[in-house]
């Protein structure tokens, strides 16, 4: 603003480029002005608690913005009968606080507990956005999502069923938002949890199974062997984004069983999909490290599909495996022997020509195989290596040494 402006002038269109958002925090502040009267425990106004209810339920139709949040603030104090804005628990008060007492019994309030009355209004509320259109039903797919957090409010609130028929609903955008609830749902109602995953898993539309994709591996995290079959389901989906999900949480499964993890990557190094075969290289450090024979013959199959992605992971491995590990390294690169090295010995003699022309005698035959190199010892100071030079004596044999211009 220049000083030769009106500044009612400059502040009433800056007002007006933003009316929409100022009568919307208006309203909602109204909302919560009136719930906090309304349950004010001096004197309570019923009134002005079903006006506050009824302003809500109008000013919600947003799936984003203040309805999300000051509207999931609002269905909270309802269900509690609490005056927004107050903290619905008090933490447990310790030797770091100021007012504790070593010999004080306080009883603290450390959970929520859903009030009957404000449970029915704030479902009441609820319903209303399920029976609304598609913008609305989002809108109570994020309510929900917070809500989650309480899981005291989980039971009263109906949470479970709600996401359980969302999961169902004719909209992808609102099925795709119950899949980021998941997670948070079973650790609340297991069962109700499993039920939705099998409801979301039968659909067929793509954003809803990209979705599922994207969280398997809190899932492996929660129904463990319940997730198998998940992820079985998604590596035949024909969609590149689900596979390349899916595929990158194979690692889970050696969590819960190393044998079958090592077979369902046998499995996939011949799968249809290029990118499936590449996520497996992710996954290829901890099998050796399990299973250090390859009695399987993943790490040939692999070099043989001859994918520049996968043989460069493989070199990168393999180079450091011959450092760390000699006689790994020679079992792996005997399997091998077979085809092409010729994309290994290239790099390896830039490394290090005289050792990789030794490994090369030895597959022939004509040498004794290389042994593991001894680890480069790095010196650390312990502080008695005596008195230090003076300093300039320091910087003359700097000078000699042609550090110092």
Same mark, same amino acid.
């Given at each position: 603003m220049n000083l030769s402006d009106d500044p009612f002038e400059i502040h009433e269109r800056w007002l007006l480029k933003r009316l929409n958002v100022l009568t919307e925090r208006l309203s909602f502040a109204i909302a919560t002005e009136w719930l906090a009267q309304a %349950? &004010?425990?001096s004197s309570p106004d019923p009134d002005r608690w079903w006006l506050a209810v009824a302003l809500v339920n109008g000013l919600c139709t947003e799936s984003h913005g203040q $309805? #999300?949040?000051q509207g999931y603030h609002l269905v909270e104090s309802i269900a509690l009968a609490e005056r927004p804005g107050t903290w619905h628990t008090q933490p447990e008060v310790s030797s770091a606080n100021m007012d504790w007492n070593p010999h004080g019994m306080v009883p603290r309030t450390t959970s929520v507990v859903a009030h009957e009355a404000g449970t029915d209004a704030a479902k009441w509320l609820m319903t209303q956005l399920e029976n609304s259109g598609e913008e609305r039903r989002k809108l109570l797919v994020e309510w929900c999502r917070l809500l989650l957090e309480r899981k005291e409010l989980i039971e009263p609130l109906g949470i479970s069923q709600i996401l359980t028929r969302r /999961? $169902? &609903? /004719? $909209? *992808?955008e609102v099925s795709s938002r119950v899949v980021v609830c998941l997670a948070k749902l079973l650790e609340g109602d297991k069962d109700s949890g499993l039920e939705c995953i099998r409801v979301l898993n039968s659909r067929d539309d793509l954003l809803t199974r990209r979705a599922m994709a994207d969280v398997l591996t809190r899932m492996f995290r929660r129904i463990t062997t319940d997730a198998i079959p998940l992820l079985n389901s998604m590596l035949e989906d024909k969609d590149e $984004? #689900? %596979?390349?999900a899916a595929s990158a949480t194979v690692g889970d499964l050696r969590f819960l069983d190393k *044998?079958?993890?090592a077979n369902k990557i046998l499995e996939l190094c011949d799968h249809h999909s290029q990118i499936v075969r590449r996520n497996l290289v992710y996954t290829i450090r901890d099998y050796l490290e399990e299973f250090s024979d390859d009695s399987r013959g993943i790490i040939p199959k692999l070099w043989a599909d001859g994918d520049e992605v996968v043989l460069t992971r493989l070199r990168e491995l393999l180079m450091r495996m011959d450092e760390v590990d000699a006689d790994r390294f020679a079992i792996t690169v005997r399997s091998l022997e077979h085809l092409n090295l010729e994309g290994l010995w290239s790099p390896m003699k830039i490394r290090n020509e005289e050792r990789a022309t030794q490994w090369q005698m030895w597959l022939a035959g004509e040498a004794d195989q290389p042994t593991t190199p001894e680890p480069t010892h790095v010196h650390v100071s312990d502080m008695t290596e005596g008195e230090l030079p003076d300093l300039s004596d320091a910087l003359d044999t700097l000078d000699d040494m042609g550090f110092l211009d």
């Open positions: %349950l &004010d425990r $309805s #999300v949040h /999961a $169902s &609903d /004719a $909209s *992808e $984004s #689900v %596979l390349a *044998e079958m993890w």
